[in-house]
Each structure stands twice: as structure tokens, then as C-alpha cells.
């Protein structure tokens, strides 16, 4: 049984770029009802990566960045925006 999305509550995000882009993440597979294990899937990347972008652990190259918005069917430049900017 896949585990239910939350979604995410933006002051758990620190104020930074890799914060910004660790709650877009998790913002936009909240609202396309995706777990982290199928967004890996779709990125063909590993859910433990996955895990660690959204925690802020890990750096994310462009090519991964361009993956993941992809698989999340949104512009690489919307992961990027500060959410109060997006609208």
C-alpha cells in the first residue's frame, strides 16, 4: 500500500535555493499524488536521492533538476522560484 502525500508545510523549508527547490518538490508531487518512490521511478533515479534533495542533504545537478521537473510534468525554472512567487 503506497504511503499517503502530505503536503508540505513551507516554514519546515530552510531560506535558501536548495530549500526552495526541496519544497517545490515536494509541493508539486503533493499535487500530482505521487509518492517519492514513484517520482524516482519516473526520474530513473534513486528514492533515497530523491529523499535527501527533499531534506536538503544533497546538491542536485542541472540534468537531475531537468529529470525531476519532467517526471513532474512542470518547467525546471518553477522548482527554482521562491513558492510566494509562483502564484
Do not use: H
Request: charged fraction near 30%; proline fraction near 6%; glycine fraction near 4%.
Amino acid at each position: 500500500m503506497p504511503k499517503r502525500v502530505s503536503r508540505p508545510k513551507q516554514d519546515q523549508f530552510e531560506k535558501s535555493l536548495r530549500g526552495t527547490l526541496a519544497y517545490n518538490i515536494r509541493l508539486f508531487r503533493f499535487e500530482n499524488g505521487i509518492s517519492q518512490e514513484e517520482l524516482a521511478f519516473r526520474c530513473e533515479l534513486d528514492r533515497t536521492y530523491i529523499s535527501a534533495v527533499e531534506r536538503c542533504i544533497w546538491n542536485v545537478s542541472l540534468g537531475n533538476i531537468e529529470k525531476i521537473s519532467d517526471a513532474l510534468k512542470v518547467e525546471p525554472w518553477q522548482l527554482l522560484v521562491p513558492p510566494k512567487e509562483l502564484g
